[in-house]
């Protein structure tokens, strides 16, 4: 049996703490038990802000009742710590926006810096920031958009500084074109990939080492290495179809369809009658 993914990688890690793992991992899953309570708060506060307080609790409600959340949350996993920073990433550019300061800019510098250290994924938070800014601007009769955007750029700054911690400076500055990646996007080349005892691993490039990238990727970029690293191991994962399941059924690939079926699947009816009234 091939086993892929995580699966090695926790394995090792059991051997090598093999008197201790049962303590170390579940003190990794209070983790996410903190970040769900952090949600209930979020949902409780926002709400409140904007409906009341009625409304605040039948919202938060939801979520403590909710059996993927409720899952989630006693699991040594980031996806409850990244689903609640993202949801008050969004929240705290929300009030920069109404009350553009320097505090609200390091709160949300800090938090989006944190999201995206947390999970790649976060990376969508800056077009969906520049959707609620399009929206705040088109809204306002005289927005004083240069206030506002110096703000955004020093919320910037802090996101950049904020994962260069969480990356311990690791390689800062880095040059692309220093760097050997494997995936598709940012190799260049049509990887070979293969699997080598549950790892993957494909043969390598660099499309900033010539062409007309070649100027950007001589340029010296504030991030660390091994984020830029591990993005590129996504990314080759993504290029590699692993075996998939849904419904009773193997696929190599995946599905288009994959995360709208198990939202309706996993969901409690009762919420999903809740979201197409809202709608």
């Not at 800090?110 to 969906?128: A, D, E, Q, W």
Request: with cysteine; net charge positive; aromatic share 14%.
């Amino acid at each position: 049996k091939v086993l892929t993914g995580w699966v090695p990688g926790l394995y090792r890690f059991m051997k090598m703490n093999a008197s201790s793992y049962v303590s170390i991992i579940n003190a990794a899953r209070f983790i996410s038990l903190y970040f769900s309570l952090a949600g209930c708060w979020m949902i409780f506060s926002w709400t409140k802000k904007l409906l009341g307080r009625r409304s605040a609790i039948f919202a938060v409600s939801h979520w403590a009742f909710n059996p993927m959340v409720i899952s989630s949350a006693s699991l040594a996993t980031m996806d409850m710590a990244f689903t609640v920073l993202f949801c008050i990433s969004i929240y705290r550019f929300s009030q920069l926006l109404k009350k553009p300061c320097l505090a609200n800019a390091l709160s949300v510098g800090l938090l989006f810096g944190l999201t995206i250290g947390t999970k790649f994924s976060g990376i969508v938070l800056f077009p969906i920031a520049m959707l609620l800014w399009l929206n705040w601007k088109a809204t306002r009769i005289n927005p004083i958009c240069f206030r506002v955007c110096g703000f955004m750029c020093a919320a910037l700054a802090v996101t950049i500084l904020t994962l260069c911690l969480v990356y311990r400076f690791d390689g800062v500055p880095t040059r692309l074109a220093d760097l050997s990646f494997h995936s598709k996007l940012l190799s260049g080349t049509d990887t070979d990939l293969h699997l080598e005892h549950g790892e993957i691993f494909s043969n390598s490039g660099n499309r900033f080492q010539h062409g007309a990238l070649a100027l950007i990727g001589r340029v010296p970029i504030p991030l660390p290495r091994q984020m830029i690293l591990g993005f590129d191991t996504q990314a080759a994962h993504v290029n590699f179809n692993l075996i998939s399941y849904l419904a009773g059924k193997w696929k190599k690939g995946g599905w288009v369809y994959y995360y709208l079926y198990a939202l309706l699947v996993k969901t409690p009816i009762f919420v999903l009658l809740i979201g197409i009234l809202t709608v």
